[in-house]
């Protein structure tokens, strides 16, 4: 019988991950399209768009950006509560249930006010991926596979975004704005299918040998098994120090990357500075190249964690080291205002955006080491809500 089943969760979850981003980044491509920014204004199709219409089309949606992150914050700290409680397979297919029904409503919006609504519903699903995740990685894996298994994870929201470049404009050319967004959200109800009917815990699978079943549960003493059963509430969590320094990971690091996802394209796309602009016609390849290095990162870094506790090096200070590393490679970032080069940002952009995966593989792989089975997505959940 194969002794690799578990890898075949986390290809799962790599997949959820993926659609999850496509869902998610659908918007920051479609931002992009004349007829949308007319739609959101409420302007005929034949009205020319003007600096102050674009200026107006940005505060707009900043606001509607804002009302997905509040409900994003917000869905961590429930459904990562809501997860410990019914479970990682019920948890999950609530999520993927929820935002499936927000990314098809996108289709069919006609103001700001009624797009903002949907994007809170989006941003409340959504938020059940990576409680969800964590959970399920703290059942199928060893801990010292963990951060391996994380990396892998955490790529499926780079691999989203590549998607997203590809896919989405094309879709728009094609279909039209309304189009990319339903056509993308049936990505989200195929998942809820393959969600519903692949997953299960480790003891109640019957792919699972019983040998890599042991090699799973490996390392949990009779206390390890008795404290997956335990529950804490927000407030207990919070008297821990474990608690803040897994939500610090994320306090310094998650609003850099929704800044990322949300106005890198409109960035490349309107920067004065830079010799050429971004090409529509060729819309996807800066960004397959920045996310697919993104890709790397967040697979190098937790396996280099990974690699470390392998050679001995204890699980504090492998992280501890991999995370500097990730720190100091982000720091070039700074010098973008001065460079003239389309190559030349789209590299800076890259290396940055390898490293901060890389950091938040391991944040988050920290949270499954942290936090006993029956607390990981509460946890995870005041992480991302912190974050946010």
């Known amino acids: 019988m194969n002794n690799n089943y578990r890898w075949r969760i986390i290809a799962l979850l790599f997949l959820a991950t993926t659609i999850n981003y496509i869902d998610r980044q659908a918007l920051s491509f479609v931002m992009t399209d004349g007829a949308f920014k007319r739609a959101i204004l409420g302007l005929a199709p034949d009205i020319l768009l003007t600096d102050e219409h674009l200026k107006q089309f940005r505060i707009q949606m900043g606001l509607v950006d804002s009302a997905f992150k509040a409900a994003y914050a917000i869905g961590f700290l429930l459904i990562g509560w809501l997860i410990d409680r019914v479970g990682t397979k019920k948890g999950f297919t609530i999520g993927i249930a929820v935002w499936s029904v927000a990314s098809i409503a996108s289709g069919f919006i006609s103001t700001v006010g009624q797009f903002a609504v949907v994007r809170a519903v989006l941003g409340l699903g959504e938020a059940a991926n990576f409680p969800s995740s ?10 010292r596979e963990r951060s391996t298994a994380t990396g892998i994870l955490n790529a499926g929201s780079n691999m989203g975004v590549i998607a997203t470049a590809l896919l989405v404009p ?6 039209g704005w309304r189009g990319a967004f339903l056509i993308s959200a049936v990505l989200g109800v195929l998942m809820l299918v393959i969600w519903w009917v692949s997953y ?14 042991h090699y799973i549960t490996e390392g949990r003493d009779v206390a390890d098994q008795t404290a997956q059963k335990n529950r804490f509430s927000w407030l207990e969590l919070s008297r821990y120090r474990q608690t803040w320094a897994f939500c610090f990971g994320k306090i ?3 609003p850099v990357w929704f800044f990322y996802l949300t106005w890198l394209p409109d960035f490349l796309l309107t920067n004065n500075q830079l010799d050429r602009k971004l090409d529509l016609k060729n819309f996807g390849i800066p960004f397959l190249i920045i996310y697919v290095v993104s890709d790397i990162g967040s697979i190098f870094f937790g396996w280099l964690a990974t690699n470390l506790m392998k ?3 204890t699980e504090n200070k492998a992280r501890k080291l991999t995370m500097l590393i990730c720190a100091l490679s982000v720091t070039p970032i700074y010098l ?4 003239h080069s389309f190559a030349g940002v789209v590299a800076l952009l890259a290396l ?7 950091w938040s593989t391991n944040v988050y792989a920290m949270s499954t080491t942290l936090f006993s089975q029956g607390s990981v ?12």
């Open 134 to 143: 964590m959970k399920a990685i703290s059942e199928w894996y060893p801990k």
């Open 170 to 175: 094309f879709l728009m050319q094609q279909f």
């Open 200 to 213: 299960t815990k480790p003891e109640e699978s019957r792919g699972l040998s019983e040998k890599e079943y």
């Open 252 to 254: 310094f690091a998650d």
């Open 311 to 313: 050679n001995g090096w």
């Open 336 to 339: 973008i205002p001065s460079v």
């Open 352 to 358: 940055a955006t390898a490293a901060h995966q890389g």
């Open 377 to 388: 997505a509460t946890a995870t959940g005041m992480g991302g809500f912190l974050g946010e």
